[in-house]
């Protein structure tokens, strides 16, 4: 099945259902579920080290990533 299959899949399947019978149904179903729509306000605290930018001591777990440099 591809993805645009499965996505048609899952419309159909919710088709008139209200968002809260979809996230009753996804909870019952789901070991977890996150609701994208109503994410909560997460602050950084962005560390530059070199090419590498750490988000450090802000209340989440580490993260980090590397800047491109242009060419």
């Known amino acids: 099945m591809t993805p645009e299959e499965r996505k048609e899949e899952v419309r159909a399947a919710q088709q008139g259902k209200s968002r809260e019978e979809i996230m009753a149904e996804m909870e019952r179903k ?23 930018v750490s988000c450090e001591h802000a209340g989440h777990p580490h993260h980090s990533h590397f800047l491109i440099r242009p060419r």
């Open 30 to 52: 789901s070991e977890s579920v996150v609701d994208l729509d109503n994410l909560a306000s997460v602050e950084h605290n962005w560390v530059k080290r070199g090419i590498k």
